[in-house]
């Protein structure tokens, strides 16, 4: 997923797929997110046996990779 939104500086990437993390300490319930998506989306890759990477520069916006193993059947 690529967004062109605020972008997430370097020494954030780190600490985004925990829960409850948010990098926008203004943030809260009324304009948006409870810190859970990513931690949720990184603990379904590990679960795949996969990885989630992120890259992103401060305002020009992030691009999220899931990396899933093809598994023999």
Not at 3 to 23: H, L, N, P, S
Not at 54 to 72: A, E, N, R, Y
């Amino acid at each position: 997923m690529k967004d062109t939104g605020v972008g997430i500086a370097e020494e954030e990437q780190e600490k985004i797929f925990d829960r409850f993390y948010r990098v926008d300490c203004d943030r809260n319930r009324q304009t948006g997110g409870s810190g859970l998506g990513l931690a949720i989306a990184w603990a379904i890759a590990q679960k795949h046996q996969g990885q989630i990477t992120v890259q992103s520069q401060p305002s020009k916006g992030s691009l999220f990779t899931i990396h899933l193993p093809i598994l023999p059947t």
